[in-house]
Every structure is written in structure tokens, then in C-alpha cells.
């Protein structure tokens, strides 16, 4: 019972901070272009310091290697999941317009505004790597199968017609990997860390810059929330299968695949198996709707998805905490 009264905690300690930012939005604290800011602030600056100062404090070239399984484990997982959730639109008759959209809400986590806050309070700083590393073919996923697979499925399209599907590569190297990538020859070169790490002013203020990211990226989904409307989620019957795949079945296939990995001598330490299972069970990604949108699909389906998902994880991460701990 320790384990999930902590991940309760943790839990409530994230809901209040969404609070801070769905009354805000409420009270007509933030104007339309506030929140689209915020968005950059944390994607651009706060994430990438604080992804640095993570690799900065937590690994060597030794621990670094390990991160390879989880690369290996996070794009199997995925592909099984995109399989399944074909599968699942083939036997549910799903309607154009919503496949593509169901399929990727399945397998499209929102690690950084839900995932690394979450991942934070439960598993402390030492685990931000190891999301880096689900995050990395989750985004990777999303901008090349993910936009493919929805475009795919555009209803004004004919069967004639092939897909134009519009890719910003841009997406494939995000603005927080870049923060990985700057900090690799400081992990392999202990001349350079050591020197960096005199510079107290530069290794306060990229902490201090890092740690704005929970705090902010809760604060941007309570705006999210108040905007998309709470009161607006509606259940039917491709909605709570979505719920399912995303919250049951993409974890399940996680801990499956960590499971078949440490019987063939493929093992990772606890709390990076704890990090890739808690994040491919983390809400559906925030751009969804407009994703939806760019592709002429079912909106309301899009964000209706969004709003369960990032209401609901509130109640399935502690029980995912407690059936770890079993």
C-alpha cells in the first residue's frame, strides 16, 4: 500500500498544479496567444536545459549504453501496438475519419506536458534519460507513422486519389533531443563536464531554467483542459476503446516486451522498466486535435480523446504503480 499512496501523492501534487492553470484560463488570466508561448518556452528552453542537466548529473559513457535497450523496447512496443490497433478499427468497423486518429491515440503518448512531470514525481530527475529515451522513437513514430497513418485516412480523399501527406521534418529532430545531443560530449569527455561544471553560474541557471518544465508543462495542459471543456467528454463506443488501448493495452505490450527482453539476457535496471511502462500508459498527445484538423478528421473524436486521456491517467497511474509493485 506504500507504493500507492505515494503515486496518490505524487498524483495530487500534478492535479494541483493543473488546477493552477485550468482556474487561471477560467479567470481570463491568459489570453489566446499565452498558452502557444508557454508551448515554446518549455519545448524550446526549459526542456532541453533540463534534459542537459539530467545527462550532466546522472550518467557516464557506461550507463549511457544501457539506453540502447529502451530505444529497442519503445519502438517494438510500438509497432506491436500500431498492429493491434489495426486490427482493433478492421474488427470495430471504425468510419474514415477516426482510424488514423484512434490508431495513433493508441500509440501516441504526450511525454513531455504529462509524461516528464509525472515520470519527475515519481521516479525523481535520475529518470529523465530514460524517458528521453521513449520519447525519442515516440516522436520519431508520430511524425513519420503517425502522420502518414491519419493522412491515410482522410475522408474527403478518394480512393483514387493518392495521399499528399505534408512531413516537417523539423519534428523528427525536436528542440529537446537537442538537448541530448549537446550534452553527449560532455558525458564522453570528463575533461569538458569537469570544466563545465566549475562554471557554477551556468549549471545554476540551466538548472533552475530545467526545472521550470513541471511546473509550466502542468500549467499548459490546465489551460488545454479549460479550452478543450471538461464537461464536453463523451464515451461511445470508439472512445472507450480508445481508452482501453491506451491505458491497458499499449502498457500491457510494454511490459510484456521488457518481460521476453529480460528472459533473453536483455535486462534494464527497475526504474527504467517503471518509466517506459508508466509512460506508454501517459495521455494521448496534445496535438491530436489538430492533427485532425490538417486532415480533415473527426475533431470532436480527436479532442474528446485528448480530454479522457488527460483526466483519466489521474485514476490508472497509481494502479499501474501498485501492479508494478506486485
Known amino acids: 500500500m506504500g507504493v500507492f499512496f ?6 495530487v501534487a500534478i492535479v494541483i498544479m493543473i488546477a493552477v492553470g485550468y482556474l487561471g484560463q477560467a479567470l481570463g488570466w491568459f489570453d489566446v496567444k499565452f498558452s502557444g508561448s508557454l508551448s515554446k518556452l518549455i519545448m524550446q528552453v526549459a526542456l532541453p536545459a533540463s534534459i542537459f542537466m539530467a545527462m ?16 529497442i523496447y519503445t519502438l517494438l512496443s510500438i509497432v506491436v501496438g500500431y498492429a493491434i490497433a489495426w486490427l482493433a478499427i478492421k474488427i470495430l468497423n471504425v468510419p474514415r475519419g477516426r482510424r ?16 516528464m512531470p509525472l515520470n519527475i514525481a515519481l521516479f525523481g530527475e535520475v529518470s529523465v534519460p530514460y524517458l528521453l529515451t521513449y520519447y525519442i522513437v515516440n516522436t520519431l513514430i508520430i511524425w513519420t507513422v503517425g502522420i502518414w497513418v491519419i493522412a491515410s485516412d482522410d475522408p474527403t480523399l478518394s480512393s483514387q486519389n493518392k495521399t499528399k501527406t505534408k512531413l516537417d521534418w523539423r519534428h523528427l529532430i525536436p528542440a529537446p533531443l537537442w538537448g541530448f545531443i549537446l550534452a ?41 483542459l479549460r479550452s478543450f471543456g471538461i ?14 488501448g491506451r491505458f491497458v ?7 510484456g ?12 535496471n527497475t526504474v527504467f522498466q517503471q518509466t517506459l511502462i508508466i509512460q506508454a500508459a501517459t495521455p494521448a498527445l496534445a496535438v491530436l486535435p489538430i492533427l485532425a484538423n490538417t486532415y480533415h478528421g473527426d475533431v470532436k473524436f480527436a479532442t474528446n480523446i485528448v480530454v479522457s ?7 490508472i497511474i497509481p494502479v499501474i504503480m501498485v501492479l508494478q509493485s506486485l
Do not use: C, E, R
Not at 550532466?56 to 530505444?71: E, H, I, Q, V
Not at 488514423?100 to 509524461?115: D, E
Open 231 to 244: 464537461l464536453n467528454m463523451h464515451f461511445d463506443g470508439n472512445v472507450i476503446w480508445t481508452l482501453i
Open 257 to 268: 516486451i521488457i518481460l521476453i527482453g529480460f528472459h533473453t539476457g536483455i535486462t534494464i
Open 6 to 11: 505515494t503515486s496518490i501523492q505524487s498524483v
Open 309 to 315: 486521456t488527460s483526466v483519466l491517467f489521474i485514476v
Open 100 to 115: 488514423g486518429l484512434m490508431m495513433t491515440a493508441i500509440n501516441g503518448a504526450n511525454t513531455v506536458f504529462i509524461g
Open 56 to 71: 550532466m548529473k546522472y550518467f557516464d559513457p557506461a550507463s549511457l549504453a544501457k539506453l540502447s535497450a529502451g530505444l
Open 184 to 224: 553527449l560530449p560532455f558525458v564522453y569527455i570528463p575533461a569538458l563536464k569537469a570544466g563545465l561544471m566549475k562554471l557554477t553560474f551556468a549549471t545554476m541557471a540551466l538548472t533552475d531554467i530545467g526545472g521550470l518544465v513541471t511546473p509550466l508543462s502542468l500549467i499548459y495542459i490546465g489551460i488545454m
Open 249 to 255: 493495452i499499449s502498457p500491457l505490450v510494454m511490459a
